[in-house]
């Protein structure tokens, strides 16, 4: 039986209109439900994205208590402008595997509740790019997806050979993933496809074998492999087995490794398909690919082309610099950052910094909730921020990275909020993707609470959407 975590928000909730559609227009608030579409009862947002592409659409839906309809005549495809409340009405599906390294076995207490939900669903892979392992799948949810064709999926492979993959997800009845990526082409449905690196078991020959495997798929349009990450609790509880971090030498054979197969895959298909995440080349100290080897950046979420986004963004932000096109005022600003980034963050602001005159101050934070070894800034809780800064004095203008909070930038991920961070350190704190952000929000002479925090709003990608708690309106 497939489990499903059941939710308190009524089915078809909605959770906030577009003010500039056709919802808006017709009067429907947030707090109203949408019961059917066009006469069909809808079971979660994706039947109601695709209930609603026709060019006449009549909505059932409860609003200010009572029962009616609304009809909507539009283009074909243009939306109506609902965002629900829960992205799955009957529940969200949860993961049937005992993956040894599931980074959720070792998250510590007193983490925002959705954080700890390990959900293994298929639309949530549709409608936001969460990984997949596919293993849960009944045939009624097959018969959805050829019927609906949701495509891409995002499905968490780590291995081909079936043996070793059910060792990799603790589960002896997990199907071949070969067989389901074949059936999904089959439905003309793409798929994103992620590998977790564990030291010593899927990786050397094993992944060689799971890169071809997957290279042979034509519906397989990408392949993102990570390393495994683990927090202190994690690595204590399992030991050495898979659970270590890579060390530099480990991180350059993993990068020379795919980097033969990026050359395969552009002979014969045009594209790199296969994508070590930013962690190996940083890890390694190799060079980042040029934009151009990311394929338009499929699995940036994931971790893979974060690093060349920064870089490139930079490059066309020196130019408006030299070209007179940009005159940032000198200032001083201190940017905190997750350790990994932070080398090449300050290289980059040493390089502004010439230009500028901005003294920039680089503050690589330490993450005590995880474990030093977990060092990317999108796991930076916001007490480390707060612990860390507090200590320092601060000027005027604080930059945080936006990946550190949630998806509506309402909290870190122990809940501590942006206020709250900024009253305690009696500071304005801007939360930004790039450097060329940054350097706007200085040059635009914002010293006010309340105008810096005009960053953090809803995240540029949909990805980790269903793991946060929605705010109103």
Known sequence: MTQKRRSSVPAGAISAIDPDSLAAEAGLQPGDQVLAVNGQPIRDPVDYRFQTTDDIVELEVVHQGEVGLVEFEKPIDEPIGIEF???????????????????????????????????????????????????????????????????????????????????LLGNRTAPDILDQLRRLADMRIEAHTQVVLCPGVNDGDALDQTVGDLLRQDN???????????SLEGEQRIGDDGMRAHSPAEARRVVKQLRRWQRAARAERGRSVVFPSDEFYLTADAQIPSARRYDGFPQWENGIGMTRTLVDDWRKTKRRIQEGRLDVPETSALIACGTLIAPTMQALCDEAAELTGVDFTIVPITNTLFGSRVNVSGLIPGRDYLSALSKRDLPERIFLPRASLDYFGAKFLDDLT?????????????FVYTLSELLQSITEGVDSIESARRQPQPNQRSNGRSWTTPVAG
Not at 120 to 138: A, E, K, Q
Not at 220 to 230: H, L
Request: glycine share 6%; aromatic share 8%; with cysteine.
């Open 85 to 167: 409340e829960d992205d799955a009405f009957d529940g969200t599906r949860i993961c049937n595997n005992k993956c040894f390294f599931c980074f959720l076995k070792g998250l510590p207490k007193g983490l925002r509740k959705p954080l700890y939900i390990k959900d293994d669903d298929y639309r949530l892979s549709f409608l936001h790019g969460n990984f997949v392992t596919l293993t849960n799948l009944s045939d009624d949810d097959w018969v959805r997806l050829e019927e609906q064709r949701l495509s891409p999926m995002h499905v968490s492979v780590h291995a081909t050979d079936l043996n070793l993959r059910r060792q």
């Open 220 to 230: 397989v349009t990408s392949i993102g492999v990570v390393p495994v990450g683990s």
């Open 418 to 430: 942006p206020d709250q961070l900024e009253s305690q350190l009696n500071r304005p704190i801007s």
